[in-house]
């Protein structure tokens, strides 16, 4: 699975997320994910991957949570998901900046010479 600051739609990340999990965990399932993530619609995960439904501020901390993200991925996450979700252009280009300068963080990393 990518990492997720190489995601620009948090849904697509949401669905390779549950393939993943389903592959190394086969008891994992929509349920079992709401039910980690502190969520109280069984349906929810399914529902949002699907466009059904959008993420609150209150459920993306659950999505946080349940995803098991770390500080810097919840951010680049709750910028995604704004991101996606935003009607207003200014808006949008806001976040896209936000969520570029969150994944160069990512990637500049030291590496080793041998």
Not at 13 to 25: G, N, P, Q, S, V
Not at 32 to 48: D, R
Not at 55 to 60: D, F, M, R
């Amino acid at each position: 699975m990518n990492r997720i600051v190489e995601y620009a739609d948090y849904r697509e990340y949401l669905r390779d997320f549950y393939e993943d999990r389903k592959k190394t965990l086969p008891v994992f399932s929509y349920r079992y994910f709401c039910i980690k993530a502190g969520v109280k619609s069984p349906m929810l995960f399914k529902e949002v991957v699907q466009g059904k439904r959008n993420l609150t501020s209150k459920t993306i901390q659950a999505f946080i949570k349940g995803l098991g993200l770390t500080s810097m991925d919840a951010q680049y996450f709750i910028a995604l998901v704004h991101f996606n979700q935003s009607k207003n252009p200014q808006e949008k280009s806001q976040f896209l900046e936000q969520m570029l300068r969150l994944r160069k963080k990512v990637t500049q990393k030291l590496v080793p010479i041998d």
